[in-house]
């Protein structure tokens, strides 16, 4: 079986997108990105970014109900009185939202930066780890 999409609707969702995302906020660069590994095991969740150059003062992390929130600044401290020939480290605020399957519990999350990653323990909320029932014997 063949789906076909129409590439002038998906064009034009993909500008409404655009157009929404730019909105949504401006004070934060679009070409800063970074890539993020999430794992899951029975009782949490490990997530790790990589943020090259990032200092953890600098960093903003916020998990509410499922929702994991890392933003923060890269800073590329440059002479503004020079000139330069080549300037391509990134500099700029940032921001990354992931949804977790499962309620988490901010309360217990571990943080840690080193070598520019960012990695983050959260465990999963009580109510969304599996329990085992025993059933009674008559």
Do not use: C
Request: glycine fraction near 2%.
């Amino acid at each position: 079986m063949t789906i076909y999409i129409n590439p002038i609707r998906r064009n034009a969702r993909r500008r409404m997108m655009d157009e929404l995302m730019r909105d949504w906020d401006e004070d934060y660069a679009p070409e800063l990105t970074f890539p993020i590994d999430v794992k899951a095991d029975k009782d949490s969740f490990i997530i790790k970014a990589l943020l090259p150059g990032v200092k953890s003062e600098d960093l903003d992390i916020q998990i509410v109900n499922e929702i994991v929130t890392i933003a923060g600044e890269l800073k590329a401290e440059r002479d503004e009185s020079a000139s330069y020939l080549l300037a391509e480290r990134p500099s700029g605020k940032f921001h990354r939202v992931l949804t977790l399957p499962t309620p988490l519990d901010a309360s217990k999350v571990e943080a840690d930066l080193e070598n520019g990653i960012l990695t983050l323990l959260v465990p999963k909320a009580e109510e969304a780890k599996p329990h085992t029932i025993k059933i009674k014997q008559k």
